[in-house]
C-alpha cells in the first residue's frame, strides 16, 4: 500500500507549481496538459483532474473502494478490438484469478490480496502501484514526464531553467501537445548552425536519463530514427485507445 498522502500533499502542490511556472514562460496555457491521457495513466476521472490541479482536497475513501473503482475504470476504458469490454473470464485468465473473483472485485465486495492486484496490474499493463495510489499520488506520478518535457522545451528555447529543474525531471511517456512543442524547438535550433554548439552544451548538462529521453528525437528530426508509430493494445498490455 502507498503511504498516506502527507508530504505527497505538497510533492503534487510543487510539481503542480512548477510545471506553471514552465507554461507560462513558454507562453502557453494548461490547455497543453493533455487531461484525458492523466486520467487514462491514473484512473482518475477526467472532470476530477483540474480540481487536483487546483489543489481542492477530496474525501478520503477506503483502499477498497479506490481499488474497486480503478478495476472498473480498466475494464471500461481498455476495450477490446471492436470496441467491446473484456469479459470476467478474459480478466480472470489474464490475471491469474477465477472469474468469481473478479466479479467480487469489480461489486467491491472482496478486498484484493497481494497476488491479486499483481496480476491485475500485470495483465493490463499499468504501473506497480495504479490501484494503490491516492488520487494525489498518482496524479503526482502522472504528472513527472510532462515536467520534464516542459523542461527540455524551455532549455532548448533558452528560457534559463535551472539545474534543479532539470534535475527534478524523470523520464515517462509523452504528452501529444507538449512533444510536438519539443520537437518544433529541437528542429528549431538544429536549424541555426550558430546555435547547435550551444545546443550541444546544453545537452551536455542534462541529466543522463534527460539525455536518452531527448536523443531519440533529435534522432528521429535528423532522419536518422524513424518515429515509433506503434501504439500500446488493449487486453493484457492495454494502451490508449
Same mark, same amino acid.
Request: net charge negative.
Given at each position: ?33 493533455? +487531461? ?9 476521472? @477526467? ?11 477530496? $474525501? =478520503? ?19 477490446? =478490438?471492436?470496441?467491446?469490454? +473484456? ?5 480472470? $485468465? ?17 478486498? =484484493? ?36 518535457? +516542459? ?29 510536438? $512543442? ?11 548552425? $550558430? ?11 542534462? =541529466? ?8 531519440? @528525437? ?24
Amino acid at each position: 500500500m502507498d503511504a498516506p498522502d502527507g508530504p505527497q500533499l505538497d510533492a503534487l502542490a510543487a510539481a503542480v507549481a512548477s510545471i506553471d511556472q514552465l507554461i507560462q514562460s513558454l507562453d502557453m496555457d494548461r490547455s497543453v496538459i493533455d +487531461l484525458e491521457r492523466l486520467s487514462y495513466e491514473t484512473g482518475i476521472p @477526467v472532470e476530477r483532474i483540474p480540481a487536483l490541479l487546483d489543489g481542492v482536497v477530496s $474525501e =478520503p475513501e477506503t483502499p477498497q473502494e479506490t481499488f474497486r473503482k480503478r478495476l472498473v475504470f480498466l475494464r471500461d476504458s481498455r476495450l477490446k =478490438p471492436g470496441g467491446k469490454r +473484456l469479459t470476467l473470464d478474459e480478466i480472470g $485468465e489474464g490475471a491469474g484469478i477465477s472469474h468469481g473473483q473478479v466479479a467480487y472485485l469489480l461489486k467491491g465486495q472482496r478486498s =484484493p490480496g497481494v497476488g491479486a492486484v499483481s496480476g491485475l496490474e500485470t495483465f493490463f499493463g499499468v504501473v506497480p502501484g495504479f490501484f494503490t495510489a491516492t488520487e494525489r499520488q498518482a496524479l503526482h506520478r502522472a504528472l513527472q514526464p510532462i515536467h520534464e518535457q +516542459l523542461t527540455h522545451v524551455a532549455l532548448l528555447r533558452g528560457t534559463g531553467i535551472s539545474a534543479l529543474a532539470m534535475r527534478s525531471s524523470s523520464v515517462g511517456s509523452d504528452n501529444d501537445r507538449i512533444g510536438r $512543442e519539443l520537437r518544433a524547438a529541437v528542429a528549431e535550433a538544429l536549424q541555426q548552425p $550558430e546555435e547547435v554548439r550551444e545546443l550541444t552544451h546544453q545537452m551536455r548538462a542534462l =541529466p543522463p536519463k534527460s539525455r536518452t529521453r531527448i536523443f531519440p @528525437v533529435i534522432r528521429q528530426i535528423l532522419g536518422l530514427e524513424r518515429p515509433d508509430s506503434s501504439q500500446p493494445t488493449d487486453g493484457s498490455s492495454a494502451g490508449r485507445p
